[in-house]
């Protein structure tokens, strides 16, 4: 049985993580150690790519290390190195993916450049034996796209937001009424308290076929209400987070459904799978309803510990054995890329 041992490495955004993980025959996650910069970046209400990247210089050996140690793994112990070659903040991916040749090049062990996008879809098969093709909605600070997945190295976008990612709008939306970053369990939290109904808000796009979303209309729609309201209390507040967000959700359910039918048309005779990956798969809401509309389709509906469906190095190590088991992998030259669509 083929089994390999992994150390990942993600630095594209702003977490510093390092794992080791091994497979595919036997699943085993040895360590996943992330190190957040939220606090390093709140001041400024969302991550400044300059201060993420000399963040991610200075802890990165660190916790690597810790990765190593928790794993109870020397350096013998390793196959080969994993690491985010992009798409992301370039500052980042460039200490992390440098960081992986010179290991590889001291070591003399092969090194994989892992699409970061790559490394969420596969995240279900680590966690799940989950066979290919499946439906992967990706939703977080950076992304919100719909992607077909496969097999490894194959990967469809099926819809995507023409304008802000789904986290991004969490984001902008909390900066606007006074809350914190992350705006994303801001809102959530917010918007317990509020009433939905109390403000009409748009649901952007959904007049149109296909399965593209956007979300800056509404954001847009709900500083117009905000701004007739001023000064806004905290019951106002509420209710315009409730309101986004139930406007999110329903656009979600909408997308899913259509989704869901998508891969039916393409793929009859597989049982369909939604899988969820992304920090906004931790809102309660937005995951009630993506759980009905997939219950709705008769599909079947995955989200993955938290703890991997946010940024993290286990999910890179795991792309890592995923590539690895089917054969040669990258060489020395390959750059690191700010932008690299699947
Ligand atoms: O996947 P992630 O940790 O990092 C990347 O963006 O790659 O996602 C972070 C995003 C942020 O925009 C944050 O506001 C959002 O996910 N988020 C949420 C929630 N928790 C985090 N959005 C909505 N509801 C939440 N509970
Ligand atoms: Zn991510």
Not at 83 to 111: D, N, R, W
Not at 241 to 256: E, M, N, S
Request: net charge negative; glycine share 10%; charged share 20%.
């Amino acid at each position: 049985t083929l089994q390999m041992t992994v150390l990942g490495i993600e630095t594209s955004c702003d977490e510093t993580a390092a794992a080791v993980v091994r497979g595919p025959a036997e699943k085993q996650i040895l360590s996943n150690v992330v190190r957040s910069q939220i606090d390093d970046h709140t001041a400024f209400g969302g991550v400044v790519p300059e201060i993420a990247a000399r963040a991610h210089i200075k802890v990165l050996d660190g916790i690597i290390a810790e990765a190593l140690s928790r794993a109870d793994c020397g350096w013998d112990d390793i196959d080969a190195v994993a690491a985010t070659a992009g798409p992301g903040l370039i500052g980042g991916v460039i200490v992390g993916f440098m960081t992986a040749k010179a290991i590889a090049m001291a070591s003399g062990k092969p090194i994989i450049a892992v699409n970061h996008l790559e490394g969420h879809a596969l995240t279900a098969r680590l966690t799940d034996d989950l066979p290919f093709p499946f439906l992967l909605l990706l939703v977080s600070g950076g992304h919100s796209q719909f992607l077909l997945v496969r097999g490894v190295g194959d990967y469809e976008r099926l819809g995507t937001t023409i304008d802000d990612a789904i986290g991004e709008a969490f984001d902008k939306t909390a900066k606007l009424l006074g809350l914190p970053y992350p705006g994303g369990p801001a809102v959530e939290h917010m918007a317990l308290a509020g009433d939905a109904g109390r403000f009409k808000l748009p649901r952007p796009l959904l007049d149109r076929p296909g399965l593209d979303m956007s979300f800056a209309g509404l954001k847009t729609a709900l500083r117009t209400q905000a701004k007739k309201l001023e000064p806004i209390d905290d019951q106002t507040i509420a209710d315009l987070c409730a309101g986004f967000q139930k406007a999110v959700a329903d656009v979600l359910a909408a997308r899913t459904k259509a989704a869901l039918q998508l891969f039916g048309e393409r793929h009859p005779d597989v049982p369909p799978t939604l899988v969820v990956a992304g920090g906004v798969a931790a809102n309660q809401e937005i995951r009630t309803s993506l759980q009905a509309a997939t219950a709705a389709a008769q599909a079947d509906f995955i989200a993955p510990p938290m703890a991997l469906c946010t940024d993290n190095a286990a999910m890179i190590a795991w792309a890592g054995i995923e590539r690895l088991v089917l054969g040669p992998v990258d060489d020395m030259a390959l750059p690191p890329r700010p932008r690299w669509p699947l």
